[in-house]
């Protein structure tokens, strides 16, 4: 993760015309674009750039979207963020389940995209050391190294910073709204279905059984919780 | 209503062409029936009294007493009757005569039954009859003077008069079997032939009425609603006319239909196609307009008006987009239970409106809806109010058992009165004059749509006081979409 300076994007898009608008806006705000035009490309890309954050068409010839998507999460732990050029609900939710962190719905203007960039890589307060314990899970805030039974916890940076967010107050009630604005630096009215959504590949990640959260707790109605364990 | 109408009218008109005939040929036989029975006893009465009168000579004495008057009367009514006789104020007296001889039925004779119009022609000499009711029975009195044979064969009167008295009973019983029969055969009929009109009027309103229920269940949108034609009459031409009309209206609304998707789907393909290439230049609007103040003059103006359109169409297409979505029913809610005042308080904020704005905004009212598409119907309402009212504009929430409803109001000129029931038509201009700029024409639809699928409804009004309200009006739990959300 880049602190400060440029950081490095991966925009996989088809269209050349949208590519190199892209290319354009995102280099002019500092950072330092490669932009590939199909998914078998990006993931060849994603291993030889290691970059900061990959922006992801889903409609892509070839492999789609989700499939590349998939692909890369299992690779790495890096933020994407989907364009979804229908601003098709289905869509919107398969991407997220595929494992990306945010979206924006095409036609993209470049200073929405570029926040929610910012957002992605926001750096992670450690100004907290004190390595915390919560039954099997322990969340070191100094390293932002998660353990569950002493073995690491692979979590992507969203994933994490919901976990510090909610973990931070146990047993507080996050309102979905609250979540977006706090985790995802959305206003008011973003999709709470990011919040669903990463709420559930964080369960699948720490819970020893997804359908019974010991420590990602719905509370109906109202949102989120941490424990208590 | 009609149909009860007609079956009314059906029944009246067999019922009274029945009553009418009964009442005719009834009521003709009934009275000649009547008056020949009775002409028959009173011919038959008045022929044995001239007959017995004729027995009576010679009289005894030519001014007779009572007794003699007694003894006249006995002998006149030796049969069939009791009689009394007259002479100079003189009457015979009932107890001279014998019982035995006086027919029971008959009622004893008694001076009030003789009218005061049957005496004076029978003391003119004639013989005379009437018929009068006497203690309730029937009688026939017939009045005779009696008459002295002089020789040389003149006739004299003796100054006698004898009035017989005969009861019509047994007529009266024939006559009342005949009317009970008369009325007998009339309610008969008369049964009959509302039974006969009710199984007459039940053919005609069957297919009527099924040809209401078809054109009913037509007008409420079955278009394939169709009677069945029975046999070859004008109702079964009715009914294959109705079945043509229905087949044809199908036939067009469908074809109507088809034509309405074939263009909701192109719009929705025409907006997708755009939207890639719109997605390159809004890419380097930004660009283009960061650039704009470096830039020569004409170039910069170009660059600033290139991206301000590009704006302006990017908007356009995504709420062409967004009203596709509705047109094929894939816009889905994304429920959320929200205090409906932050919602509002979001919406001002995030749009810089917070100062331009007074609101009246009870705490404490939540309701489980879509934020997103909530805060497009908001904005869509404020930003038109800011833009074409005057201010103040005030948003009301107000609360109700399970709705909730936000009123959003100016004090300006309001909506044009014509322009009121089409405010939220696509692409609807108040006036031709009315800035292309403002809006994509569709705002006001896509907020009503966006109520519409949280099952509310928005609506606007002119103030009596002026300034247009919008009211919109939504459920405290929207219904869940399928699959609902946790």
């Known amino acids: 993760m880049k602190v400060g300076g440029a950081s490095r994007v991966l925009l996989i898009e088809d269209d050349p015309a949208v590519r190199e608008g892209l290319e354009l806006a995102l280099s002019r705000h500092g950072h330092r674009v490669r932009a590939v035009e199909s998914g078998e490309e990006g993931l060849e890309r994603l291993r030889a750039e290691l970059p900061d954050v990959v922006v992801l068409d889903l409609m892509l010839p070839g492999m789609d979207g989700f499939e590349v998507c998939r692909r890369i999460r299992a690779a790495r732990e890096v933020p994407i963020i989907m364009l979804t050029a229908r601003g098709d609900d289905m869509d919107v939710v398969a991407g997220l389940e595929a494992g990306a962190d945010d979206y924006v719905v095409k036609p993209v203007q470049p200073r929405v995209l570029e926040a929610r960039i910012r957002a992605v890589l926001r750096r992670i307060g450690r100004d907290q050391a004190e390595v915390e314990r919560h039954g099997d899970l322990t969340i070191d805030r100094a390293s932002l190294v998660v353990t569950k039974n002493g073995e690491p916890v692979s979590l992507a940076p969203t994933e994490l910073r919901l976990l510090l967010e909610l973990s931070g107050t146990p047993g507080r009630v996050h309102s979905r709204q609250q979540l977006l604005e706090s985790v995802w630096e959305h206003g008011y009215f973003g ?16 819970e020893d059984d997804s359908a019974a959260p010991v420590y990602v707790q719905t509370v109906r109605g109202f949102g989120y919780r941490f424990g208590p364990v | 209503m009609s149909r009860l ?36 006893a009173q011919d038959a009465a008045v022929e044995a009294t001239r007959g017995r009168l004729e027995a009576l000579f010679p009289l005894r004495t030519a001014t007779p007493g009572p ?48 009218s005061p119009e049957l005496r004076p022609p029978v003391a003119a000499g004639e013989t005379a009859w009437q018929r009068v009711v006497w203690r309730g029975e029937p009688v026939l009195v017939i009045g005779a003077p009696l008459m002295i044979a002089e020789p040389g064969g003149w006739v004299r009167m003796s100054g006698i008069e004898v009035y017989t008295v005969h009861s019509l009973v047994p007529e009266e019983r024939s006559i009342h079997v005949l009317a009970v029969w008369a009325w007998l055969t009339g309610g008969a009929a008369l049964v009959f032939a509302v039974v006969l009109a009710l199984v007459a009027t039940r053919g005609v309103l069957r297919p009527v009425h099924e040809l209401g229920r078809a054109a009913r269940a037509l007008g409420e949108g079955d278009l394939r609603a169709r009677v069945p034609v029975r046999g070859t009459d004008e109702l079964a031409d009715v009914a294959r006319t109705f079945n043509d009309t229905a087949a044809e209206l199908e036939r067009h609304v469908e074809q109507l239909r088809a034509m309405e998707a074939d263009a909701r789907r192109f719009v929705a393909d025409v907006s997708h196609e755009l939207r890639t290439p719109l997605a390159a230049l809004a890419a380097v609007a930004d660009v283009l307009e960061e650039e ?69 905004l009870p705490p404490g009212v939540t309701a489980r809806l879509d934020p997103r598409r909530v805060d497009v119907i908001l904005a869509n309402l404020v930003g038109n109010a800011l833009r074409h009212g005057d201010p103040p504009v005030v948003v009301r929430l107000a609360a109700g058992e399970d709705r909730v409803t936000v009123e959003v109001r100016d004090h300006g000129p309001g909506v044009d009165e014509t322009a009121l029931p089409h405010v939220f038509d696509r692409f609807y201009k108040a006036s031709a004059a009315r800035a292309r700029s403002e809006g994509s024409g569709l705002g006001l639809a896509i907020a009503r749509e966006n109520a519409r699928l949280h099952a509310g409804d928005l609506t606007v009004v002119n103030a009596p006081d002026g300034g247009a309200v919008f009211t919109l009006r939504l459920p405290r739990r929207a219904p869940e979409p399928d699959g609902g959300a946790a």
């Open chain 2, 5 to 40: 109408g007609l079956r009314a009218r059906l029944l009246f008109a067999f019922a009274l062409l029945c009553v009418v005939t009964a009442v005719a040929v009834s009521g003709v036989m009934y009275v000649h029936a009547r008056n020949s029975i009775l002409q028959r």
């Open chain 2, 292 to 360: 704009a103040a470096e830039l020569p003059e004409h170039a910069g103006r170009a660059a600033r008006l290139v991206s301000q359109e590009t704006l302006n169409l990017t908007g356009l297409v995504n709420d062409l987009i967004e009203i596709s979505r509705f047109d094929s029913g894939v816009a889905t809610l994304a429920l959320n239970d929200v205090d409906v005042a932050e919602l509002v308080r979001a919406t001002l904020r995030t749009r810089g409106w917070t100062e331009k704005v007074e609101t009246e």
């Open chain 2, 67 to 114: 007794a003699d008057l007694a003894e006249i009367a006995r002998a006149m009514s030796a049969e069939g009757g009791s009689a009394l006789a007259f002479y100079q104020g003189m009457r015979s007296l009932d107890e001279e005569q014998p019982g035995p001889l006086r027919p029971p039925r008959v009622p004893p004779p008694d001076p009030g039954m003789i």
């Open chain 1, 191 to 206: 999709d709470s279905r990011l919040v669903d959504a990463c709420v559930q590949r964080l369960r699948a990640k720490i």
